[in-house]
């Protein structure tokens, strides 16, 4: 798989990036989606607009509410799906059976899939007890309201972006022959990285504040974050936020550069830079 949860790299020292900034020499550092300096701008319209918001344990709305928690969530199939767990008594009275307060709660990985990754399947809360042994599992996948697979995972090769996939978990439990039925959807997205912000430094008396004067654009509509790195004379410095100190970092005719990067939650996007010359 490409990956299994969105993020952006944290740190990094040289890599795709710097030769994109062609910087000759020194330490630079990505704060990305998970610095303490990171500022959100867009957003969604609200938690469910995406079919993997209500099941990839985020609050994309900042309502304070994660997925099947949020009312937006609430005609989610994937909500639906693993609130109501279907049993289906092969004859059998359920009341009499060991296992009929067991459930399987299933589960789709990675949550929020790409035209790159394989889906599996995954039984992410078993059976307990003795109710588990020598149970019997089937795997139903299913696009488009098509049944296509019944293996426990899908190939990246038979997956398209905006596809809808679910999974349909069915057990048979050994001895009374109950089955219980556990349910699960993604989504197959291309992401689309956002794109470079505007960026200029405001030099005060005592400081040089890089600012975000336009916002970057996401074209799916996801909150952009930002990280900052600085340069001086063409060489790369070890800070990591919007503002320095000119009486402790900075020398007359020196020329300073920042760099505002962009991620999405899922890739790093565009740089934006801004350059002053101090004591000009």
């Known amino acids: 798989m490409s990956r299994s949860q969105p993020g952006c790299y944290a740190a990094q020292a040289g890599g795709v990036l710097k030769q994109a900034m062609k910087w000759a020499a020194g330490v630079w550092l990505l704060v990305g989606c998970a610095g303490p300096d990171a500022n959100t701008v867009g957003g969604i319209e609200g938690q469910g607009s995406r079919v993997w918001e209500c099941k990839d344990g985020q609050d994309n709305d900042l309502d304070g509410l994660f997925d099947c928690e949020d009312e937006d969530c609430s005609e989610s199939e994937s909500c639906v799906g693993m ?18 307060d067991s459930v399987v709660t299933v589960g789709i990985v990675p949550a929020n899939p790409t035209t790159d990754d394989d889906l599996e399947c995954l039984v992410t809360e078993p059976l307990s007890g003795e109710s588990q042994v020598g149970a019997s599992y089937r795997f139903v996948w299913s696009q488009g309201g098509s049944q296509v697979s019944e293996s426990p995972s899908v190939s990246s090769d038979q997956t398209d972006e905006g596809q809808a ?28 990285p956002p794109g470079a912000p505007v960026v200029v430094i405001q030099d005060t008396p005592d400081y040089l504040v890089c600012i975000v004067s336009r916002a970057a654009e996401d074209p799916d509509g996801d909150p952009v974050r930002y990280g900052y790195s600085w340069e001086t004379d063409g060489e790369g410095r070890n800070f990591q936020g919007a503002v320095i100190s000119k009486e402790e970092e900075t020398s007359n005719g020196e020329t ?5 990067s962009t991620c999405d939650g899922y890739s790093e996007g565009e740089i934006g830079s801004a350059s002053i010359v101090i004591g000009y």
Do not use: K, M
């Not at 609130?83 to 296992?99: H, N, P, W, Y």
């Not at 996939?165 to 689309?192: A, K, M, R, Y």
């Open 165 to 192: 996939w679910s999974c349909e978990v069915t057990v048979t439990l050994p001895n009374d022959g109950l089955q219980i039925t556990g349910f699960d959807e993604v989504q197959v997205l291309e992401n689309h």
């Open 256 to 260: 300073w550069t920042c760099y505002v």
């Open 83 to 100: 609130a109501a767990i279907e049993r289906v008594d092969s004859g059998l009275d359920s009341d009499d059976s060991a296992a009929a």
